[in-house]
Every structure is written in C-alpha cells, then in structure tokens.
C-alpha cells in the first residue's frame, strides 16, 4: 500500500522535538512491515540541505503566495523517498520552521503550511504521475488541512483519492488564524463552520484535521483518553469524544539505532545491561564537563527538554535547594520559555559544583546527559508521549515522570513489589504538586543508597523494549481497514 506522510520536521534532517524522531523512524518501520512509504516535507534550508539528490517532479505556479513552487523527488539518510516543496518565498527563512528568530510566529503560517496539506492531498490526486498516494497520514496541525482537502476533492470529483489519517502529538498547538484568510486556502465555503474547521470565530488547521480525518491516532494510549476530557482537551474534547472510535493511542518507539549505550559514539564510553561498568565513566565524564563535584554517594538528576509549561520544571526549581543539601547534582539542557532559562541559570550561579545548566540545542549533549546521570526527570503536567523518558529506559537513567499521557504507559513506579517481580523501571508521582514531586525525589534517594536495588532497576528499565517495528504493526491494521483490505 502507498502511504505518503506530511509533516514539517524529521530527524537528523530537522529537528525541534519528538515530533522529528518520530517521522525519522516510524516511517522506516513501517517500510519494514511492508509499506510502500513516502514523506512530503516543506522546503526548510536544512530540508533542502540534507535531502540529497533530487529530481523536480513538477512546478507549479502562484500557490499560497509562491510564483514558483518546485516539487523536488529526493531521499532521507534512511532510505524513505521524500518530496521537498521548494517555495523559497515561503520557506527560506531564518529561525526555526514556525517562527522568526525572535520566537514570533510567521504571520504566512497559514500558508506556508496550508500548501504543504495541499501538496500532500494532490500527491494523492495525481501530483505525481509515477506515485499517487493511497493514503495520507497527516501529523499535527502543520498538515491538519491535507484531509481537508482530500474531502474537498471526493465532494468535486465523485470519488476518493485517498484514505487520510492524522496523527496529534500536541494538542495543545492548533494552528489557529485570523477567519478573514480563509477564502486563501481555497477550501468550499461550507468547512468553516463549527462541524468543520471553524473554532471559537477563528480557523483552526488541527481542528480541520480531527474533523476531516478518516482515522486519528496519537501517541500513547493514556493520551487518546486525556484529550477527550476537558481538562486536556484544549477545547478539542466534545470532537474528540465523538470521534473516540476512530482514535487510536499507539506509543512512540525508540530508534535503538541512534540511541543505545552499547553503540552510542557521542557518549563517553559503551555500556550495556550486562556489561554497566561504562555508565560510571560517563558519569564522571558527566560532572567533569560540568565542573561539578566528583561524588558518588548521592544522585545526579538530568533534565533535556524544552523548557515550556508543558514540561513542569518548576516542580525542580522549587525542590532544587533541597536537592542540592542532600548531595544530590543537577545537569540540565534546555531551551524555551525566557523566565525559566533565566531561572535555570540562577540556579547554576547559586549552586556551583552541584548544579549544571546549558541553554540551547545540543544533539551530542543530549545523548551524554541521558548516559551519564542517575535520574532523567520528566515532570510534565501533560506529555502525549515524551521520548526522553523512553530513551533513558534504554540507557538505565531512572526516569522520574508523573503518571500522565505516555509517561505512564511507559514508567513503571518502583515499589517494593515491582521491585521484587523485576518490573519497577523509574520514579512516579501522580498530583501535580511539589509535595508529590519531592516525595518522588525523596524516594530516588533512598533507592539510591541501596545499590544492589538500584542496579536492579537500571536492569529492568534497560530490558524494556520500546521498538518502532511494534508501534508500526499496530498502525498497519489502521491502514489496511481503511483501504478495505
Ligand atoms: P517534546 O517533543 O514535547 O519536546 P519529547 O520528549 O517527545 O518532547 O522529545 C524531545 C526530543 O528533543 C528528544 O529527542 C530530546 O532529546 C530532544 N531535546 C529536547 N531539548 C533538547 C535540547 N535542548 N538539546 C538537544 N535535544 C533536545
Ligand atoms: C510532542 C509531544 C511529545 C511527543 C512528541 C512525539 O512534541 O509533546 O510528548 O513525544 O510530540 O510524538
């Protein structure tokens, strides 16, 4: 079956969250489950730079405000063909792929990510003479139009052109414009309405896509409940609900190619469950770079994320004092919101020695903090998926989440019974509270001064299997009920 997905950033291509590892190494998988798969990308600078090779399949002219649009055919490092939508009027941009350099979203967005649902619903349509997509799976709101123009389409032509499919892997970001540029997106007449993609008087992209999708998936199975109830519904929720049969949660896998201890070039030295002797040099290495002191009787706690409200780290910033007096260390690599970088990098001021704190983007970092601390700590107030949990798994970090979305599909709390049935993987809270998360840390402490449970743990958390081949065979069914097979 050929499958063509639409999205905006893939790893090592283009990379500002999870959702880049996700098309980096679903797509893949579900070559490898049989899939005839494409991706269809916009043409980002680094897009165009990494893309290798290309052919132009097609021009077009004057869409969305681009005289000239070339549809380029190319391939991604992992072998997956790719379309590139080369529109340097819309794309040649500096700054990250929705916003300027200063953070401000593009005020085109709705063009710029209104002609790559476009594209995608025409690969379908016969864009491509030599490949016309049977289904278009579509991911968060930078697509959410594609199935809308896929509907569009069937309604003017008496017959479907594709099955389409949109995957949310952050609800809380909606692609939401001004109703006035709605007759731009050439859509008929009739979609803005509140069984459509209209939201509160304004446009919604993902809205359009949770409407129009045949199927909708996202990425845990906490997840696909969490947003059809108010509190994480974003307003989305009554939709949801309604749509409950046709939603599916599928958890994120790890690319155990990019991220594996025994592996893993960017890390201090290789380790794995049954040779663990090179985590402790990573550690060291760890506080080494850091300028932190060399101690081993208390843990180091690590943080990579974006530092955004979503992630909950002024959970940490409020139990960091007493983190710091019991001995324990910090090492955290970030970047987002200005107050909490700010606040961060207080806090490696107060506490030199114990407390370590990059801001920025660093691939390499990453993968070292990941090896080398203790403790990778997640305390999101809601978290679709979370890959960084998933990933510390792999490399015997403890992670400490709270029970939400993917977090706690994939963390399993240690107790004295899951550590006796050798299940017990991380540290999990349930309020969102600091109370809650320093009970968590109290009790990551405490199992840290018991090291033959410890060591069980990091076993357990570093035998759990978090492969994309299973998320990809459980999307097959998805597709093949949607081509009647
Ligand atoms: P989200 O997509 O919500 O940011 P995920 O946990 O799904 O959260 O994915 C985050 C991805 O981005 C992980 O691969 C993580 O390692 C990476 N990441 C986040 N912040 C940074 C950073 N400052 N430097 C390097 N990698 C980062
Ligand atoms: C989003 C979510 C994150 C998820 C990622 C990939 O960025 O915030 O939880 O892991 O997408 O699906």
Same mark, same amino acid.
């Given at each position: 079956?050929?499958?063509?997905?639409?999205?905006?950033?893939?790893?090592?291509?283009?990379?500002? /969250?999870?959702?880049?590892?996700?098309?980096? %190494?679903?797509?893949?998988?579900?070559?490898?489950?049989?899939?005839?798969?494409?991706?269809?990308?916009?043409?980002?600078? #680094?897009?165009?730079? =990494?893309?290798?090779?290309?052919?132009?399949?097609?021009?077009?002219?004057?869409?969305? /405000? %681009?005289?000239?649009?070339? @549809?380029?055919?190319?391939?991604?490092?992992?072998?997956?063909?790719?379309?590139?939508?080369?529109?340097?009027?819309?794309?040649?941009?500096?700054?990250?792929?929705?916003?300027?350099?200063?953070?401000?979203?593009?005020?085109?967005?709705?063009?710029?990510?209104?002609?790559?649902?476009?594209?995608?619903?025409?690969?379908? *349509?016969?864009?491509?003479?030599?490949?016309?997509?049977?289904?278009?799976?579509?991911?968060?709101?930078?697509?959410?139009?594609?199935? *809308?123009?896929?509907?569009?389409?069937?309604?003017?032509?008496?017959?479907?052109?594709?099955?389409?499919?949109?995957?949310?892997?952050?609800?809380?970001?909606?692609?939401?414009?001004?109703?006035?540029?709605?007759?731009?997106?050439?859509?008929?007449?009739?979609?803005?309405?509140?069984?459509?993609?209209?939201?509160?008087?304004?446009?919604?992209?993902?809205?359009?896509?949770?409407?129009?999708?045949?199927?909708?998936?996202?990425? #845990?199975? #906490?997840?696909?409940?969490?947003?059809?109830?108010?509190?994480?519904?974003?307003?989305?929720?009554?939709?949801?609900?309604?749509?409950?049969?046709?939603?599916?949660?599928?958890?994120?896998?790890?690319?155990?190619?990019?991220?594996?201890?025994?592996?893993?070039?960017?890390?201090?030295?290789?380790?794995?469950?049954?040779?663990?002797?090179?985590?402790?040099?990573?550690?060291?290495?760890?506080?080494?770079?850091?300028?932190?002191?060399?101690?081993?009787?208390?843990?180091?706690?690590?943080?990579?994320?974006?530092?955004?409200?979503?992630? =909950? &780290?002024? &959970?940490?910033?409020?139990?960091?004092?007493?983190?710091?007096?019991? =001995?324990?260390?910090?090492?955290? @690599?970030?970047?987002?919101?200005?107050?909490?970088?700010?606040?961060?990098?207080?806090?490696?001021?107060?506490?030199? /020695?114990?407390?370590?704190?990059?801001?920025?983007?660093?691939?390499?970092?990453?993968?070292?903090?990941?090896?080398?601390?203790?403790?990778?700590?997640?305390?999101?107030?809601?978290?679709?998926?979370?890959?960084?949990?998933?990933?510390?798994?792999?490399?015997?970090?403890?992670?400490?989440?709270?029970?939400?979305?993917? @977090?706690?599909?994939?963390?399993?709390?240690?107790?004295?019974?899951? @550590?006796?049935?050798?299940? /017990?993987?991380?540290?999990?809270?349930?309020?969102?509270?600091?109370?809650?998360?320093?009970?968590?840390?109290?009790?990551?402490?405490?199992?840290?001064?018991?090291?033959?449970?410890?060591?069980?743990?990091?076993?357990?958390?570093?035998?759990?299997?978090?492969?994309?081949?299973?998320?990809?065979?459980?999307?097959?069914?998805?597709?093949?009920?949607?081509?009647?097979?």
């Amino acid at each position: 079956m050929r499958v063509l997905h639409a999205c905006s950033e893939v790893y090592p291509l283009l990379k500002t /969250g999870g959702l880049a590892d996700v098309t980096g %190494a679903l797509l893949p998988a579900l070559a490898r489950v049989g899939c005839d798969v494409r991706m269809v990308l916009p043409g980002f600078p #680094s897009i165009l730079a =990494g893309i290798g090779p290309t052919r132009e399949v097609v021009v077009l002219h004057d869409r969305f /405000g %681009a005289d000239r649009v070339g @549809l380029l055919l190319g391939q991604l490092p992992s072998g997956v063909p790719a379309y590139v939508i080369d529109a340097p009027a819309l794309y040649a941009r500096e700054g990250n792929p929705y916003a300027d350099a200063g953070n401000t979203a593009y005020p085109d967005n709705y063009r710029r990510f209104g002609l790559l649902a476009w594209v995608a619903a025409d690969l379908a *349509a016969g864009l491509d003479p030599g490949w016309q997509a049977q289904i278009v799976h579509g991911h968060d709101w930078h697509a959410g139009l594609a199935p *809308a123009y896929l509907k569009a389409w069937e309604r003017a032509n008496g017959k479907r052109a594709a099955a389409s499919v949109l995957t949310v892997h952050n609800l809380a970001y909606q692609g939401v414009f001004d109703a006035g540029v709605f007759p731009e997106l050439g859509l008929p007449a009739d979609y803005f309405a509140m069984h459509g993609m209209e939201y509160y008087g304004q446009l919604s992209f993902l809205k359009a896509g949770l409407f129009f999708a045949d199927k909708l998936t996202t990425v #845990s199975p #906490s997840y696909a409940l969490e947003i059809q109830s108010p509190e994480q519904g974003c307003g989305l929720e009554g939709l949801l609900h309604d749509r409950a049969s046709d939603l599916t949660g599928i958890l994120n896998g790890v690319d155990y190619e990019v991220w594996s201890p025994a592996a893993d070039e960017l890390i201090a030295a290789r380790y794995d469950a049954s040779k663990p002797g090179g985590k402790k040099v990573c550690r060291r290495a760890l506080q080494k770079a850091g300028s932190l002191r060399p101690q081993d009787n208390a843990p180091v706690f690590g943080v990579v994320s974006r530092l955004t409200e979503q992630k =909950g &780290l002024h &959970l940490l910033l409020a139990a960091l004092p007493a983190i710091v007096a019991r =001995g324990g260390q910090l090492v955290l @690599l970030g970047s987002g919101d200005g107050w909490m970088e700010d606040a961060f990098r207080e806090a490696a001021l107060r506490y030199p /020695g114990a407390v370590q704190v990059e801001i920025g983007y660093d691939e390499v970092r990453s993968h070292q903090i990941v090896a080398g601390a203790d403790v990778i700590l997640v305390p999101s107030r809601f978290e679709p998926c979370g890959l960084t949990q998933l990933y510390a798994l792999a490399y015997g970090t403890l992670p400490l989440v709270r029970r939400v979305g993917g @977090l706690a599909d994939s963390v399993v709390d240690c107790t004295p019974a899951t @550590l006796a049935d050798n299940s /017990g993987t991380g540290f999990v809270f349930d309020e969102f509270s600091e109370a809650a998360f320093s009970l968590a840390v109290d009790r990551a402490f405490a199992l840290y001064e018991a090291p033959a449970q410890w060591q069980q743990a990091q076993r357990n958390a570093m035998r759990a299997h978090f492969g994309w081949d299973d998320a990809a065979r459980k999307m097959l069914p998805i597709y093949q009920r949607l081509l009647g097979q």
